[in-house]
């Protein structure tokens, strides 16, 4: 099947030599829109990163630890993101001198995301939220068919996280998120995966996932005793 | 920061057309193919003769290293009081071997004047680290314990400060090996007088040896020289040599009460202004010029070198083969002393401003690539990170600026002093006249010049100490 974008079978991911996730079997096809659900630490960010590792070339990538750089305005650091596409030499020039060209695509960019009055801060100087919406910034201006968020808007307001995702999904032919709100998965994703205790608990379409399997993500064993 | 830079940047560009850069050496590519050939095969010395040589350095090095950092341990206890620090700021403004040039004057060529030249101004800087090293601890501890002063620093502060403390005075023997080494070149009997005599009759197999051979201590120190035994090396270092002078007290008295005082307090005829005008203008001011000029240029060429050379040592960029290179050139040029790298200077390009930047420039910059580079392996880049040219340029070089502005500021008040010094060799920084008048005999007009120096010196220090402050740049290079 040629709209078959990512493929596990069988596979186990493991972090610092110990199984986080154990016999995956998953296929994610062009168009989905996937969200991944369930506890911090049951490894929704290893399945995520070792997805990325699969096409890293077409993924616009959008971590939690936003790894953006500190001392570096917010138009440099979004700019970062389409560095491959332009030989060194001009990134080196750009560092000191953007450019009308490339500080207008910026601004167009950062103007909705309401960045626009930062542009030219570092990003230390910013708030959580704002740092966010920054490595939002550098996913979309990387102008790739597939977007990767670990928690993309977990900083931001209800109102903001709506908008933005509405924006990440309209602007991206595949999108697989993490997330731990599962009511904007569910207005947003096409498809949510439940992962619990190592494995794969759930993988349906919004409408036929139930809240009470939905809730048992959410459960750990040890409070079901 | 950036604005800083900027202005370090002008500041060399200014300076640039009054520096005398020229090369007047006929056949610069001559010498050093010879030079070359030299290092590439080296000439060993008789065992007896090497021995005795790297023993002496390392004995001058104990002896200078341990007794300034006892000194200084003492000096920081007072260290919260202004003059103190005045005190140590000043022990510290003299280069040792000015220092030795003075002692020697004082105690002959002897081993208690070369231990002393080193001590005095080690001290200094022990003094210096040591105390804001005290500041940095966590005051809690102290507050809640109370009692007298100085049980309450020996239970509380000296604990937490103890392994940092340890960290900086085991490199600071790594440098009290190439001050001992450089001594030599002022006729105390280290590796530095073999060195000196072999690079001056062009004997550059010879010299080779000499150099290798302090390469050697230093990389390997770290090996032997373990804290458990540093008493007994001590005590082998003061049996080798027992640090002690033939003291001639009439002469020593001579040289202090006489020799030193201004010549217009000695002798009636000669005016206050016409001892002190020529000297100011014609020696101390020519000097001063050229000191900054040099200095300020050596500074921006180091951070330039620093920052070309480091990415060959830092693991997010370079794979390891390059490292390994890049790694062991660092080490060539961190473990060989400026003064060193100055006088072949010399031999290869002729007397100008060219080869003591130069030596200032690789030394100093490999010590911040260095430092610079193992710092940037801590740094944790995204997953989706770029690699080649614009990771160094867009991941790596900013996010590692800070550290490297810090340790080069830091680095200023070295080259500061070493640029003085350099003078001896002859070129024509405060140093030259230092020299020249200690050759003439007229200590009072050296004694005069040394003291401009030092005014340079504690000058330099303060600001840059102010303007770490500025860029809340504290803490982060005092492990140089």
């Known amino acids: 099947m040629a709209d078959v974008l990512f493929r596990f079978t069988d596979h186990s991911l493991a972090v610092a030599q ?53 001392n570096l305005s917010v138009l440099h650091n979004v700019y970062m993101g389409r560095l491959h596409a332009h030989p060194w030499w001009k990134n080196l020039w750009r560092l000191w001198r953007p450019g009308a060209q490339i500080t207008d695509e910026i601004a167009e960019l950062l103007h909705p995301l309401g960045l626009l009055e930062f542009m030219h801060r570092p990003v230390e100087s910013l708030s959580g939220g704002q740092q966010q919406r920054c490595n939002i910034a550098r996913a979309l201006y990387q102008r790739r068919p597939i977007f990767m968020g670990d928690e993309p808007v977990s900083a931001l307001d209800e109102h903001q996280s709506e908008s933005l995702l509405a924006q990440i999904c309209e602007q991206h032919e595949t999108v697989i998120l993490a997330l731990h709100d599962v009511g904007l998965a569910r207005r947003h994703c096409t498809r949510l995966i439940g992962l619990r205790a190592g494995r794969i608990a759930l993988d349906s379409v919004p409408e036929a996932a139930m809240p009470p399997d939905l809730g048992d993500l959410y459960t750990s064993d040890l409070a079901k005793l | 920061m950036q604005r800083s830079t900027a202005l370090f940047l002008l500041l060399a560009l200014f300076c640039l057309p009054f ?7 006929l056949d610069p590519w001559h010498e050093l193919g010879r030079m070359g050939q030299g290092f590439a095969l080296p000439q060993w010395p008789g065992w007896s003769l090497w021995l005795n040589a790297s023993l002496t350095t390392l004995a001058f090095a104990l002896q200078g290293v341990v007794l300034g950092a006892v000194l200084g341990f003492v000096l920081a206890l007072a260290y919260g009081s202004a003059y103190c620090r005045l005190f140590c700021a000043f022990l510290r403004s003299i280069h040792e071997l000015f220092w030795a040039l003075l ?73 009290g090996l190439r001050s001992a080494a450089v001594l030599g070149f002022v006729g105390l009997p280290t590796l530095g007088v073999h060195l000196e005599a072999a690079l001056r009759q062009g004997f550059y197999a010879e010299a080779a040896a000499w150099f290798y051979s302090l390469l050697l201590l230093i990389v390997s120190f770290r090996l032997w020289l373990r804290s458990r035994l540093l008493i007994v090396w001590c005590v082998a270092a003061v049996l080798w040599l027992p640090p002690v002078a033939q003291l001639d007290w009439t002469l020593l008295w001579q040289f202090i009460a006489v020799d030193l005082l201004p010549l217009p307090l000695r002798d009636a005829e000669v005016s206050w202004a016409i001892w002190l005008g020529p000297l100011l203008t014609d020696q101390a001011l020519p000097g001063l010029v050229n000191t900054l000029i040099l200095a300020s240029l050596a500074l921006c060429l ?46 290869l390009f002729g007397p100008s401003l060219l080869p003591a930047l130069l030596a200032l420039t690789l030394h100093n910059g490999a010590i911040v690539a260095f430092v610079v580079g193992q710092a940037s392996s801590n740094l944790k ?22 550290h490297f502005f810090a340790f080069t500021l830091y680095r200023l008040e070295i080259i500061m002093r070493e640029t003085a010094v350099l003078g001896m060799l002859g070129i024509p920084t405060l140093g030259f006249f230092i020299d020249s008048a200690f050759s003439e005999f007229r200590f009072d007009r050296a004694l005069v010049l040394l003291l401009v120096t030092a005014a340079l010196n504690m000058g330099v220090d303060a600001a840059a100490r102010a303007l770490r402050l500025r860029l809340h740049l504290r803490g982060l290079a005092e492990q140089l």
């Open chain 2, 19 to 25: 520096a005398d850069l020229s090369l007047s050496s």
């Open chain 1, 18 to 70: 110990q199984d986080v996730l154990r016999d995956i079997n998953l296929t994610i096809a062009r168009g989905e829109r996937v969200a991944l659900l369930g506890e911090s630490g049951v490894g929704k960010s290893t399945l995520l990163a070792a997805l990325r590792a699969q096409l890293p070339d077409v993924v616009a990538w959008c971590p939690q630890e936003t790894g953006l750089v500190p």
């Open chain 2, 381 to 402: 880049l995204r997953l989706d990170a770029v690699g080649g040219m614009n990771r160094y340029v867009f991941e790596v070089m900013p996010r590692s600026f800070r």
């Open chain 2, 103 to 175: 002692l020697i004057q004082m105690l002959g060529v002897s081993p208690l004047a070369g231990v002393l030249a080193l001590a005095i101004p080690y001290a200094g800087t022990f003094a210096k680290i040591y105390g804001e090293l005290y500041e940095e601890v966590n005051p809690a501890a102290r507050r809640a314990v109370g009692g007298p002063t100085l049980s309450n620093f020996f239970y509380t502060v000296l604990p937490q400060a103890w392994s940092a403390m340890k960290g900086y005075t085991s490199y600071r023997f790594e440098c």
């Open chain 2, 302 to 347: 180091t951070g330039i070198f620093a920052l070309l050379a480091f990415p060959m040592v830092s693991p997010l960029i370079s794979a390891l083969p390059v490292r390994t290179v890049g790694h062991g050139l660092l080490v060539l040029f961190r473990s060989a002393p400026e003064y060193f790298l100055t006088f072949i200077g010399l031999l």
